[in-house]
Nanobody, 115 residues
Framework: QVQLVESGGGSVQPGGSLRLSCAASGSSFSPVVMGWYRQAPGNKRELVARMFTGGNTDYADSVKGRFAISRDNAKNSVYLQMNSLKPEDTGIYYC?????????WGQGTQVTVSA
């Protein structure tokens, strides 16, 4: 059974930084895509960033230049470095992976940006 375990959320002041980590386990196949979605209260879940095995990346316009996604394919892990955080970045961040066409999700980690 595939499991995604996240860590690294928390509370930070505007302008601060956080780093999220996510490790996938339970599959003998490597994820084609790993990435992060987030969901703020009352909003839909939205893509923040994703990274393909070959290294291509996609970012939401709202985080370009502030967030950086990276992967360690050997560890089936994905990371999200979040800098210059803003209050509107607040939400639950979910790690996801696409393994052989199936999507798997982490349990979510809370990120709160406030003064």
């Amino acid at each position: 059974q595939v499991q995604l375990v996240e860590s690294g959320g928390g509370s930070v002041q505007p302008g601060g930084s956080l780093r999220l980590s996510c490790a996938a386990s339970g599959s003998s196949f490597s994820p084609v895509v790993m990435g992060w979605y987030r969901q703020a209260p009352g909003n839909k879940r939205e893509l923040v960033a994703r990274m393909f095995t070959g290294g291509n990346t996609d970012y939401a316009d709202s985080v370009k230049g502030r967030f950086a996604i990276s992967r360690d394919n050997a560890k089936n892990s994905v990371y999200l470095q979040m800098n210059s955080l803003k209050p509107e970045d607040t939400g639950i961040y979910y790690c996801y992976s696409n393994i052989r066409g199936r999507l798997y999700w982490g349990q979510g980690t809370q990120v709160t940006v406030s003064a």
